[in-house]
């Protein structure tokens, strides 16, 4: 399966909005995913689940966007939440292997959120459209995601500073202030 046959299904339950990925989570997929998220917040709603029960993987982009997204969402007055369920044991491997899994909101063993759960089945519609993101904010929403993964921790700091740096020189920005560069 390859990220062109991801489908992002989204649907209003309780107070929650629930987005479900059917298909391989990508820098394809992450910007319709923020900007869902970006609509859901100016209609007040502040809760979202992402269901990767039915997504067998996720690139840095991705998991990056989700980190950024989650802390943006902490920082709201009052704060809203990203919760991850359904994750499935690769890609609870992946976000441990960039200590994501120490600053996400997981429930891995599906014990929240079972009333919302059963009802997100009917309640979920097909939400996948071309965005129009164009190359340039394509790169930006790359950039951004791996930022977010490198101030996760000191480790993908190191990881993604090639790619940080070489986002920035791309689309010509100075480099960030923190960096040993």
Not at 11 to 36: H, Y
Not at 94 to 102: F, I, M, Q, S, Y
Not at 151 to 178: G, H, M, Q, S
Request: hydrophobic share 45%; net charge negative.
């Amino acid at each position: 399966m390859n990220e062109s046959s991801t489908t992002i299904f989204v649907g209003n339950v309780d107070d929650l909005v629930w987005i479900r990925i059917d298909g391989r989570a990508t820098f394809t997929q992450s910007p319709f995913v923020r900007k869902i998220v970006e609509r859901s917040l100016v209609g007040g709603r502040s809760h979202f689940i992402i269901d990767l029960a039915a997504c067998p993987m996720m690139d840095s982009t991705f998991m990056g966007s989700l980190t950024a997204l989650s802390g943006q969402l902490k920082r709201r007055i009052p704060p809203g939440s990203l919760l991850i369920v359904n994750p499935g044991a690769r890609n609870l491997e992946l976000l441990a292997g960039l200590g994501l899994d120490e600053i996400l909101d997981i429930d891995a063993e599906g014990t929240l959120h079972i009333d919302a759960r059963l009802k997100a089945g009917q309640a979920l519609s097909l939400a996948m459209e071309d965005d129009g993101t164009g190359a340039y904010d394509q790169a930006w929403h790359v950039l951004e995601a791996h930022e977010a993964l490198g101030k996760a921790n000191e480790a993908n700091k190191a990881r993604f500073k090639d790619v940080i740096t070489f986002l920035r020189e791309e689309l010509r920005l100075d480099p960030p202030a923190d960096t040993d560069s």
